[in-house]
């Protein structure tokens, strides 16, 4: 009888959340209470998943200081259609990020790039320009987002005047985002 691996991989939204964590960041090292801080889930349902995803090797576990790290096997059977998949699949609704970026103020400008379009070679995946942003439920918004994905947001947050500084300075961090892979969830500057 085969190892029922499938029903481990995708036995809950929590556990895809943990799969998509270690996928999108297979060189990392992660601690338990990392994992759950970036997922939003309780350590000791993160701690269930990890137990599992390691029984069939999904994940390797040193333990290196004292501290018990884990890290994705790329050995794994499945380890290469997995990553396909996850690069395959949206990591977030662009029609729910856009109606949060715009419940937390003024956006003028709102850019995905890097996780959300499946390109490593960018600086950063949410590029968000507007005005009279509340902080509080910007944060909240990127944190939840992050959870979402299974990752750390990489994002820029700008005012419009800062924006268009930059912008007229031929800015290399806004000129790497406009013209490397990306998406415009918000364009109100024509840009």
């Known amino acids: 009888m085969a190892e029922p691996t499938l029903d481990v991989l995708f ?20 601690e338990c209470k990392a994992i759950s801080k970036i997922l939003g889930v309780k350590i000791s349902v993160i701690n269930k998943h990890l137990k599992n995803l390691t029984g069939i090797k999904f994940l390797i576990q040193k333990n290196i200081g004292g501290k018990k790290l884990l890290r994705v096997n790329k050995n794994f059977g499945f380890y290469v259609e997995l990553k396909e998949l996850i690069v395959k699949t949206s990591p977030a609704s662009k029609e729910k990020i856009i109606k949060q970026l715009n419940d937390s103020g003024k956006i003028k400008l709102a850019l995905i790039s890097g996780v959300f379009v499946n390109s490593d070679v ?16 910007f944060d909240k918004f990127i944190n939840n987002l992050g959870a979402e994905v299974g990752k750390e947001i990489d994002y820029a947050l700008m005012t419009t005047k800062e924006f268009n500084y930059r912008y007229d300075m031929y800015d290399r961090f806004v000129r790497d985002l406009l013209d490397f892979k990306h998406e415009k969830l ?6």
């Open 122 to 137: 960018s600086k950063a995946d949410l590029l968000v320009v507007g005005d009279n942003i509340k902080l509080k439920k």
């Open 186 to 191: 918000i364009n109100k500057l024509k840009i």
């Open 11 to 30: 036995d809950s939204p929590v556990r895809v959340r943990v799969l998509k964590l270690f996928l999108y960041g297979p060189e990392k090292n992660f």
